[in-house]
């Protein structure tokens, strides 16, 4: 007697009809695109390691990478004045927050390029008493547009990342505090080696997504003229009209940012998950 | 007679509306474990507190070795400590935490150094050396790189005692240190402190557990909604407690 049953799995068929649909469309989108003859790929390929673009890939990952890492000791170091006992402190750094978070980025890229130097006609950096000037210029030298697009980025960053770190730190349990002031810990001591650890692994996934969403937005610089990868693309697009191709272009080098900062932001959270295994236990209970 | 290593008059605390102590009279002496036991909401861990300045009295006033909590005094003014200041008398008392509060990233002897090298700035090599030998005094010299998850609670409160030790504390204070544990690692622990004890470490435990408090305490007290309601020798307050609350309170955990 044969009692071998076969199991047969649910089908699920809508998963089929769905997924057919969407080849179809994206087949329908690259053949019209391909046929209209705008999108040329040999004109793709010629660009994309071109000495002017590879300039601006250079420019782009030279900006976030310096804002970023500025805004991430101006988060640390505002996260840290909005949680003090401190009234001065605390309200200086949710005013900051209040004021970077609550305008575009791009308005406060015109307002360092365009709005500052007319405001403030020079910078000068005078000792006082002794008279001894370290540095004087000219705010319109000062000011160039990679002077601007860095101080509006990492400032702007800065009150993200505040946020971020403020949570992070509100993550650790208070026994800690309790268990370092009791050592005999200063306040300053048990920041640095007992919370700001512990909060690490609330802030790094976070960090990540804010330095990915930062490799993009430095695209904005390209309207005070900083020559990052778009602004290079459309000086080059404005000269010879190969738009699409040069946008290809800038978006297959954002894409390879993005992707290589999506592996690096994977093997910090492996990194800093580690720590922290008592404190995945308690949240449990 | 030698000064008193912990003093209290008419000390008060209130949270907001909420009184937690009314008025506690106390006193320790230098070389004795005092346990206080009581209800809970007693105000037992609240006075604990307040000894190293986690929490800071409303009004009344505490002693720690002939100093007041908080405070520094020139002629007739007292100064409000400035917070490196009350770090610095904190460095001093040893505190063991219910919920043990070791730190989750560091190793066990990391977590015993740490004080030692950042506070009291002793050689990491020195502060190393003294680390292995507490550890080992507290029965775990074998895991001293281990992290504290990977540890029992009696093991990790065990860290914990040793940690505070490391301070070369002249007091020692233990809130409910055995309260978080499994039942069959209580003793672990409180054969530690029996041995401190035995050492002749100034000691404060709120505790409940009354076995300890009848065979290794030299001074009970007893107390009850945020004062001190009944003190004496362990084995006369067990045996025949005056005041009724005590009597109570007596009867439903002996």
């Keep these: 007697m044969d009692t071998a049953v076969r ?42 390691f071109s000495p002017l673009i590879l300039q601006g890939l250079r420019a782009t990952v030279i900006l976030a990478v310096l804002s970023q890492a500025t805004g991430i000791v101006l988060g640390v170091a505002f996260a840290v004045m909005r949680l003090s006992k401190n009234a001065v402190a605390s309200w200086v750094a ?17 307002f360092w390029y365009n709005g500052v130097p007319s405001v403030w006609k020079s910078i000068d950096v005078t000792l006082p008493f002794i008279h001894t000037t370290l540095y004087s210029a000219r705010m319109v030298d000062f000011m160039t547009p ?28 208070p026994g800690q505090v309790e268990a370092a002031q009791a050592l005999g810990m200063t306040p300053l001591l048990t920041m640095r080696r007992i919370v700001l650890p512990q909060a690490m692994r609330v802030i790094v996934p976070p960090t990540g997504n804010e330095f990915i969403s930062m490799l993009k937005t430095t695209s904005l ?5 900083y ?38 932001q994977y093997l910090l959270e492996r990194r800093f998950g580690r720590a922290g295994s008592s404190v995945r236990r308690r949240r449990r209970v | 007679m030698t000064a008193p290593m912990v003093q209290a008059e008419r000390v008060r605390k209130s949270f907001g509306r909420v009184e937690a102590l009314r008025g506690v009279d106390l006193t320790v002496q230098p070389g004795e474990v005092t346990v206080i036991i009581g209800p ?23 002693w720690v070795d002939g100093e007041l909590v908080g405070y520094r ?17 904190r460095a001093a008392i040893g505190m063991v935490f219910q919920r043990f509060n070791l730190f989750p990233h560091m190793t066990v002897l990391q977590n015993v150094t740490e004080a030692p090298v950042r506070v009291k700035r002793i050689p990491a090599g020195r502060a190393r050396a003294t680390a292995s030998a507490l550890l080992e005094r507290v029965g775990l010299a074998g895991k001293v790189d281990s992290y504290p998850a990977e540890l029992s609670g009696g093991q990790q409160q065990r860290v914990a005692i040793a940690r505070a030790l490391a301070m070369e504390p002249k007091l020692m204070l233990f809130d409910e240190p055995t309260s978080a544990l499994d039942p069959e690692l209580v003793g672990e622990v409180l054969a530690v402190m029996r041995d401190l004890a035995a050492d002749g470490m100034t000691m404060i435990v709120v505790t409940h557990e009354m076995g300890f408090a009848r065979e290794v305490g030299h001074h009970l007290v007893f107390m009850d909604e945020g004062a001190v309601v009944e003190e004496g020798p362990p084995r006369q307050v067990f045996a025949e407690p005056h005041e009724p609350r005590t009597r109570a309170f007596l009867s439903k955990v002996l």
């Design chain 1, 7 to 48: 199991a047969i799995p649910v089908r699920h068929w809508g998963r089929w009809v769905s997924g057919g649909a969407v080849v179809l469309l994206v087949a329908w989108l690259v053949w019209s695109a391909a046929r209209s003859g705008f999108v040329d790929a040999a004109q793709v390929r010629h660009y994309l």
């Design chain 1, 94 to 110: 949710g005013a900051y927050i209040w004021f970077f978070r609550g305008t575009p980025v791009l308005v406060q890229l015109f």
């Design chain 1, 146 to 173: 990679f002077m601007a697009a860095f101080l509006g980025l990492a400032l702007n960053e800065g009150a993200y990342m505040a946020e971020i770190v403020r949570a992070g730190i509100l993550s650790v349990d």
């Design chain 1, 221 to 225: 610089a390209s309207a005070i003229t």
């Design chain 1, 227 to 264: 020559g990052e990868l778009l602004r290079r693309s459309s000086d080059i697009y404005s000269t010879n009209l190969q738009v699409v191709p040069l946008l290809v272009v800038a978006s297959l080098w954002y894409l390879v940012l993005t992707t290589v900062a999506s592996g690096g």
């Design chain 2, 40 to 62: 809970s909401g007693s105000g037992k861990s609240t006075f604990l507190r307040c000894i190293n300045h986690l929490e800071q009295i409303s009004s009344g006033r505490l």
């Design chain 2, 73 to 89: 005094q020139e002629g007739d003014r007292l100064h409000e400590l400035r917070e490196r200041e009350v770090a610095g008398r």
